[in-house]
Structures are given as structure tokens and as C-alpha cells.
């Protein structure tokens, strides 16, 4: 039979939160999330999911009417993004130079559509001048890039430029905005980007569990005017239609919590001001930026395309990178994270996200990455790295 | 320019909730959810998801290795069911007796397999020989059936009967367990479900997010030898054993506070005792429709399906059913529901699950509908039934 579990109190460590996401989360957030619950269909949740679209509305920079968050974690608003915009028989370009054009290009496929790629090296953006020769070649029906690549620390410049190129070929475009909605700029509706989707737990700072995502008109005419449904129920977006459109209809159980969570999120983003909120996170990452380089250590990504909310620095020469993670947990219960797909072992990925990008986990994380590398006989200038980031701070 | 929204502190009204879900969150489990996070790949949190895991084979009285919690709400689990079990080429077998089997036909339909249905009136289980019945004529290799329908309130009986009918006929058995699992004797391994599926914010009394999902062997070897690929990449579950199973590794960000959340959820039935937890159910949801009865109104499911997790009511002629919904949620801060589908006007929904499945909230029900009632000037005996409430509490 199958036994009773014994399985003590919830006490896990307290972390400070340095990695590619989740990152630490603000306590007014946390709050939030213990408020008791109403139902999904109750009068106030509606006022809820208004003041929560509006929220989002701010932080993509969009008047978009079709801003929801989607009941699931980022790869879900993902998923809803590619696999609605993407019909059998649509052709989708996805960029090569990351780990998450992979995961669109296997999204586009599985919604019965033919991936098509534009190259660029990892650790590179993509060329406005290849994606122009992509179209040329391939004519793609959607486009989708990643605005900020959580696997190689890159932003990609140029956005209106790349938009442009997809509109002049009918095509539409969509960005994975998971590591740069709240930190990073980026602007839905000056830079002509139809749809956006991101996830919670980077720059905005709020558990995963509901993950914003932005469709203009032209996109929803597509969405809503396929000829074949979704592949998904759950993530059908003309059915969430009647959810979070002018209905309010019951489709699914909506992660109550999480949009509470979600709210009281985006709320700091607004007391902040977007502007200023990338300012800091550009300032905040400036700072532990030119403390590793005074180290010793070099970033993965140039300059010129450096992503303040996710950065990669490269493992030196004789170090172990998982050794410098397991004592950094061990020691200084913070987490960073190490590469992902093709950087793997070459570099560790610091994010500095949201509530994380403070001044206070920034002098920590350069401390206790100054012990570690210390610790494993690496050839750094733990003081000078110590100081240049208190300069800059 | 986008605006700034002016959105206030968050303060939703503080509801009883005795609808259909979500259901009053015990105050330790809103607390797990204010805990502040580790990663979703911290040594810390899996020892957490082993913990889940094993919570959740007790839960659905089960060993099966195969048993996690979804990254969505009960609909994903739902979808992570079909979508992965059901092939193009496939015919699945889906019941006409609920609002929910016509989702269950309409993820078949995406999966790309066909759908063929067993027929019952709504608001009667499943009769074995019209599965048999069904079974002769239509060979389904993916048999789904409703445990606990929400939209009628009626309990299915002889799983056992139904599932070995399935396996007789090669079949793989589906069960969804929306509106028992944790509140309504369930027994996975010794019934012989190959899959079942649930939500979190029914009878296990937490906030929707992360929903339990278990498959047997039999039914993972079939995930795991499909001859394509599953339509959705977030909840392919042969990528998420990546996750899951032994090697741990990234595939999507898990809603980590979610995961806290149900941890606590599911500790709180193993402290009960699952078994205790069914009779509590049994009893407060007894002591609710006695009462009712006793006011003169009638159930809708006969009494040899009365679900106790769920009551459905009739709504007494000349008395307007929203009217009363309204009434009960003004004056008194009490969410029950409306009937869905063919019984919408007809019935309320009157859940009596997880934490609410308590004799105070039961009390309060009972006071409130019967003002209720009496405001609408329905011919009821009020007094009878608090007194019958009263003293079967």
C-alpha cells in the first residue's frame, strides 16, 4: 500500500538569487501571494485582471488591447505566442544564435509549421543584413528573435530595423522579451513588434506562474482568423478571448495567486517608472560589469551588444565552473548559473534582474565570486575588481 | 504615450468560497506561498519535488514513478493527459454526460486523434454496458471518462468495472480527478487507472498553479515510444522526465511557489490521513445536503452518485438563479455558482471542498441561502433546514 509520506516544514535556504531568473523577489510581491483568494469568475478578480492588463500594457510600452498573462510559466506565454500566430503551412523564421531560437523553432514545428533559420554565431546578434537575406530566400509568414538571449548574455540591437524587414516581406514578428521586459528597453509599439511574450521571474521580480504576453490587431486578425484551431486547448488564445476580452467568460482557472503576485509586481514597475527602472538595472549591472573586468575576467558578450540583466562572463583558463557554483551556494547561499547549449563550461550566466539588481546583491555577488575564484587558485585581482565596483556603484 | 496606471494596494474582498473551485485556502498553505524562493534547479528544490511527488503518489494512492505536478492550472494537467497520450491516428472514447468531456474531446481533437463518444444524459454517470457497448463498436486505444463531473455534481461509480472494460480492449484508461482527488475516495493503483489528472484548488484547498498529474507505466511507455511528436512543447512529458525524472535537468522554470504551496497542501492531507479525508468530506458535505432537502429543495445527481465535493441544487421554480448568486456574494461574501452548459439556470453549484468542507463555512451556507431564498420569496422551510443541518453536523 502506499505508505503516509513524512515530509517536514517548508524551510528551504535563503538564497540570494544572481542566476538567469528566478530573482529575488520583492516582500510586498511575497505578500501578495498570501493574500486569500477569490474565485476566477468573482466581480473583483475582474477589476484585478483590468488593472493587471493596464500594468502590463505600461511595462511592454503598448496600447495593445490583447495583453493578458498567460496561466503557465514563461515557455507557456512562449508557447501561446508561437503556437497560435503559427498555422500548418506557415513558414517560420527563428534565429540560430541561442539556446531559445531552438525551443521556437520546436514550438513552430510542433504547431504543423516548416522552420526556416537565420544564422548568427552564439554570442552574437543577428545581422538586420542576413535576416534581409532569410526573407529574400524564404519568405517567412512569422519572424520570431530573441530581444535579450538568456544563454549568451546578448541584446539584440536594431529591433525596429529588423521589424521593418519583416513587415515590408507581410510578415509578422515576435519577440522573446523574457529577459529584457522590465530591465531592459524595449518598446512593443514604437518599434512595431506585433506580439511579445516574457516571463515573470527575470526583471519583473514575481514568482514564475503567469507570464505576460502582447498581441497587436494585426496579429489577433491572424490569430482569430486561422483556418485550422490551435493545437493547444489550454493555450488557445481565441478562446482566452472570451476570458480576458469584454465576455469574461469561464475558460480555464485563471493561477489566481500568481496574478496577484503578477499586479503587485508590475505596481513596483509603475511607482518606479520604466524609464527609470531600466536606467537601474543599466547602472546596477554597470557597476558589477566593470568589477569583473577590473577582476581579471572577461564578459562573453561585446560590449556593444551587452545585456545589463543577464551577464556572462567567461570561465578563466584551469577554473572549474561548477566548482565556483557549488561554492557559492555552499558558502554564500547565492546562486549563479553556468552555460547553457554550445557556452557550456565556457561561462557562468549573473543575472541582475529586478529586485536583484540592487546595490547590496551586487557588492555581495563580486565578494563572494572574489573568494570562490580566490579559492580555486585563479589568476584575478580580487581587490581591484572589489573597488572598481564600489567606484561605480 | 502609454500612461502610468493609477492601481491601488491589493484588496479583494474576503469570500467564503463554496463554489466549484478554488476553495478556501488553509492559512498554512497561503503562508507556504509567501515563503521566499530558491531556484527551480537549487539541490534544495529537489528534494522539495522529490517530497511533492511522493505527497502526491500518497494523494492518488498510487506508486507510480510517473506523478508530478503540471506547470499550469488543472486544465494543463488535463491537456498533458490527452496531448501526450493521444497520437495522430488514435480514437479516443470521451463520455456526453458533462461539461468536461467535451473538453477532453475537443485536446483529442488537437492531439489529432479521433473522437468517439459513450453516451449518458447529464447528470448520470457512465453505464459499463454502454462503455462495452462502445468499446465493440468503436476499438478507442484512449478511454476517458470523468470521476467527478463538475457541471452536473454526479460521482461515477464502478471505475473498476470501466477500466477493466478498457484494458480488456487494449485500452489505456484516462480518469479526471478535477473534483475528487484528496476529497473523494480515489485509488489509482488498485482501480487500475493508467492516468488521472486533478487541479489543486478543489478538494485539496490550493490556490491553482501546479496540478497533479500521475501515469502508470503501461501509459508512459506509450508516451515514450509515440511515433511524433506531442503537439505542445511546454508539457511534452518526455521532455519533462528530463525534469522530473532522475537527471534534473532545465526544461522550462517550474512555478516554484506554486510547488511550495501544493508541498504544504499535500502535507495537510497526509497529517489528516487521506482516508479520514474522504469521511470528512462524506460527512460535511452530508450535514449541507440534508439540510438543503430539508428546506425543500431538491439535488440534481440521485443519490447513488451525490457528489460530496460538489452539490448541485435545482433552483426551485420562479426563483432567478443569478439573483441569489448575487445576493449570497453581496450580503454575505459568499461565492457558490451557477450551473454550466445544458444545466446553466437550472442548478447551483454548491462545493463543499478541502478547507471549506468545514462545518463552519456549511453553517454559514445554510443561514445564507436560506435568507437568500426568502429575500426571492421561495416557498422553503428555512428553519427545517438549519435544524437538519444543525443536527447532522
Redesign the interface.
Known amino acids: 500500500m502506499?505508505?503516509?509520506?513524512d515530509?517536514g516544514e517548508?524551510a528551504?535556504?535563503?538564497?540570494t538569487?544572481m542566476?538567469p531568473?528566478?530573482s529575488?523577489?520583492h516582500p510586498r510581491v511575497?505578500?501578495?501571494?498570501?493574500?486569500?483568494?477569490?474565485?476566477?469568475?468573482?466581480?473583483?478578480?475582474i477589476d484585478?485582471m483590468n488593472?493587471v492588463q493596464?500594468?502590463l500594457?505600461?511595462t511592454f510600452?503598448?496600447?495593445n488591447q490583447w495583453t493578458i498573462p498567460v496561466?503557465?510559466?514563461?515557455?507557456?506565454s512562449?508557447?501561446a505566442a508561437v503556437?497560435n500566430l503559427v498555422e500548418p503551412g506557415d513558414t517560420m523564421l527563428v534565429p540560430t544564435n541561442g539556446y531559445f531560437g531552438d525551443?521556437m523553432a520546436?514550438?513552430a514545428?510542433?504547431?504543423g509549421g516548416e522552420v526556416v533559420t537565420v544564422d548568427a554565431p552564439w554570442g552574437e546578434p543577428l545581422d538586420p543584413v542576413d535576416v534581409e537575406t532569410a526573407f529574400d530566400e524564404h519568405s517567412p509568414d512569422v519572424f520570431g528573435f530573441v530581444h535579450a538571449e538568456t544563454s549568451t548574455g546578448v541584446l539584440q540591437p536594431s529591433v525596429p530595423e529588423l521589424t521593418s524587414i519583416a513587415h515590408e516581406n507581410d510578415a509578422l514578428v515576435v519577440a522573446d522579451t523574457v529577459t529584457s521586459l522590465g530591465g531592459v528597453e524595449f518598446r512593443a509599439?514604437e518599434w512595431n513588434v506585433d506580439v511579445a511574450y516574457s516571463?515573470p521571474?527575470k526583471c519583473l521580480s514575481c514568482?514564475?506562474?503567469?507570464s505576460p504576453l502582447t498581441l497587436n490587431d494585426d496579429a489577433m486578425d491572424k490569430v482569430l482568423s486561422r483556418e485550422t484551431?490551435?493545437?493547444?486547448?489550454?493555450?488557445d488564445l481565441s478562446l482566452l478571448e472570451g476570458y480576458w476580452g469584454d465576455e469574461r467568460a469561464?475558460h480555464?482557472?485563471?493561477?489566481?495567486?500568481?496574478v496577484?503576485?503578477l499586479?503587485?509586481a508590475?505596481?513596483l514597475v509603475?511607482e518606479e517608472?520604466i524609464e527609470e527602472r531600466w536606467a537601474r538595472h543599466r547602472s546596477v549591472a554597470s557597476a558589477l560589469k566593470t568589477g569583473v573586468e577590473a577582476m581579471g575576467l572577461e564578459m562573453n558578450a561585446p560590449d556593444a551588444y551587452w545585456l545589463p540583466s543577464l551577464n556572462t562572463v567567461r570561465v578563466p583558463d584551469g577554473v572549474d565552473d561548477g566548482a565556483v557554483i557549488e561554492y557559492l551556494?555552499d558558502e554564500y547561499d547565492l546562486?549563479i548559473?553556468s552555460g547553457?547549449g554550445a557556452l557550456a563550461g565556457d561561462i557562468w550566466r549573473i543575472g541582475c534582474m529586478g529586485h536583484s539588481a540592487r546595490a547590496k546583491n551586487v557588492s555581495y555577488l563580486m565578494t563572494a565570486l572574489g573568494d570562490a575564484l580566490s579559492e580555486q587558485g585563479a589568476d584575478v585581482d580580487v581587490e581591484a575588481g572589489l573597488a572598481a565596483t564600489g567606484d561605480a556603484l
Do not use: C
Open positions: 502506499v505508505e503516509k509520506p515530509v517548508l528551504p535556504p535563503n538564497r538569487l542566476g531568473g528566478p529575488d523577489v511575497l505578500r501578495a501571494m498570501s493574500t486569500p483568494l477569490v474565485g476566477h469568475l468573482d466581480p473583483s478578480f484585478i488593472e493596464e500594468l500594457r505600461y510600452r503598448t496600447d496561466s503557465g510559466t514563461g515557455s507557456a512562449m508557447e503556437g525551443r520546436s514550438m514545428e510542433r504547431a509599439d516571463g521571474q514568482p514564475p506562474g503567469a484551431q490551435p493545437r493547444s486547448w489550454y493555450l469561464y480555464h482557472t485563471a493561477p489566481i495567486t500568481n496577484y503576485a499586479r503587485e508590475l505596481r509603475a517608472g551556494l546562486e548559473a547553457l
